[in-house]
């Protein structure tokens, strides 16, 4: 959100008197919003959301082991391709450890409608990336046999602006500091979190994760917060929340996005 658009919240929730305090907690982030569709028309390693990725030659799309179904043997699957980001779009915005150059390519597995997780109850996906000049070899990437054609989203563009945020945890502690607790003036920070710092209708990359009930670690990345209402209503059975992809800042650095994690949080 801009100062702007922080003001004017911080307002018309009674949270005038927090404001310099907040603007000093504030974390950059980036907000990528979906355009119109296109389909032919998007170059091969453009930052998009859907459509078939672009990857090198031979390499091999991701894929997860199903388990658990009755009369049949554990066999592999593809995962859901989400969307792709060329780190030379949000590289300007990033934290110095993000790579100038490349490409990221982000997959979820979802299988009937459903996410599937680990036995951690987490979901499963994976993070792609192809670095500098090797980005530049790449092709887009046909969808492989026993990809669900559910669960092949449409291409789409995706819109890149700036744009700051403040994690719930810290929006918390100033409100309280100023104007002390009850549990009236508690509601109103979270009434005023949910509706009008979480991002609607768009993904975003860094700042803090838009979690009411835990944060990120200080020693990780917000790589991708994918909102999952972006999804097309036939691919989930419950579309509600978002995906978070999280990578520790040393693994960042090193460009071993094979290390990063993803997490699943339903926000009303």
């Not at 922080?6 to 950059?28: D, M, N, P, V």
């Not at 070899?137 to 669900?148: D, E, I, K, S």
């Amino acid at each position: 959100m801009t100062k702007r658009e922080l003001h004017l919240a911080l307002e018309k929730y009674g949270f005038g008197s927090c404001r310099a305090e907040i603007e000093t907690w504030l974390q950059g982030e980036v907000i990528l919003s979906p355009n119109e569709l296109k389909y032919d028309d998007l170059p091969i390693g453009s930052t998009k959301q859907g459509g078939e990725p672009d990857l090198l030659p031979g390499t091999n799309w991701p894929k997860y082991l199903r388990r658990g179904v009755p009369g049949l043997r554990n066999t592999s699957k593809p995962m859901t391709f989400l969307m792709q980001v060329r780190c030379s779009d949000l590289k300007p915005f990033a934290p110095p450890q993000f790579p100038d150059h490349g490409l990221l390519s982000f997959f979820v597995a979802i299988e009937q409608n459903e996410l599937v997780c680990d036995t951690h109850e987490q979901p499963l996906g994976r993070v792609l990336y192809r670095p500098g000049l090797a980005a530049e070899m790449q092709v887009r990437m046909p969808f492989p046999r026993g990809l669900y054609f559910g669960n092949r989203l449409p291409p789409c563009s995706l819109k890149i602006e700036s744009s700051a945020s403040i994690d719930f945890t810290t929006l918390c502690d100033v409100v309280e500091r100023h104007l002390g607790y009850s549990q009236e003036i508690g509601n109103r920070v979270r009434d005023m979190y949910r509706q009008e710092l979480i991002p609607r209708g768009c993904h975003k990359s860094f700042g803090p994760a838009t979690m009411v009930n835990t944060d990120l670690s200080d020693d990780s990345l917000l790589l991708l917060e994918f909102d999952l209402t972006e999804l097309p209503s036939d691919i989930l059975t419950d579309e509600n929340g978002r995906l978070f992809f999280e990578i520790n800042r040393d693994d960042l650095a090193a460009c071993r996005f094979d290390t990063t994690s993803l997490r699943h949080d339903v926000i009303a």
